[in-house]
C-alpha cells in the first residue's frame, strides 16, 4: 500500500468506526449515501408532484405528451393521427422535437363530443329481462 492511499483509507476507516459506535454517521459524511425508506421517498415525490401541480395551475394548462393523450382519449396514435389530418382533433406543438399538446384545448374537444342518448325506460327494461319485444302469447 502506497503512503497516500494509506492517509486516504484512514478518515473513512475512522468515519466507519464512529458511525459503529453512535449507530449515526459522523457530520462529515455525506447522508445521501444512506438508504431512504419507501415513506421518505413517497413523500418526496408527492411533494414534487405537488410543485409541478401549484407550477401548472396558475397557467390554467399544460403540455401533454402523446402517450397521455392516447390514454385520455382511447385510441391509438394512427387513429388520432387520422383525425388531425382530417381536421377532428387539435394538432399538437413541437417542443424540443416531441410533440406535445396544449391541454385547454384537448378539453375544449373532449366538451364538444357529442353526449350519448340513452334509451327509453321500456326498451330499457326489456334488454334488461332478456327480451326484445313483447311476450309471446301462445294461443291454444
Not at 393521427?81 to 387539435?90: S, V
Request: hydrophobic share 40%; with cysteine; net charge positive.
Amino acid at each position: 500500500m502506497s503512503p497516500n492511499a494509506s492517509t486516504v483509507a484512514a478518515p473513512a476507516k475512522k468515519a466507519a468506526a464512529l458511525k459503529a459506535a453512535s449507530g449515526r454517521a459522523p457530520p462529515g459524511i455525506n447522508e445521501h449515501h444512506q438508504k431512504k425508506s419507501a415513506a421518505t421517498k413517497a413523500k418526496a415525490f408527492a411533494a414534487k408532484v405537488a410543485a409541478l401541480q401549484a407550477a401548472s395551475e396558475p397557467l390554467g394548462y399544460r403540455l401533454m405528451s402523446k402517450p397521455e393523450i392516447c390514454a385520455l382519449v382511447g385510441a391509438s396514435y394512427p387513429a388520432i393521427w387520422q383525425w388531425m389530418r382530417d381536421g377532428k382533433f387539435p394538432r399538437p406543438r413541437v417542443l424540443f422535437g416531441r410533440s406535445m399538446w396544449v391541454s385547454t384545448e384537448i378539453e375544449q374537444w373532449l366538451a364538444k363530443l357529442p353526449v350519448r342518448r340513452l334509451k327509453p325506460p321500456d326498451q330499457a327494461n326489456n334488454k334488461a329481462r332478456g327480451r326484445k319485444g313483447p311476450a309471446n302469447v301462445s294461443t291454444g
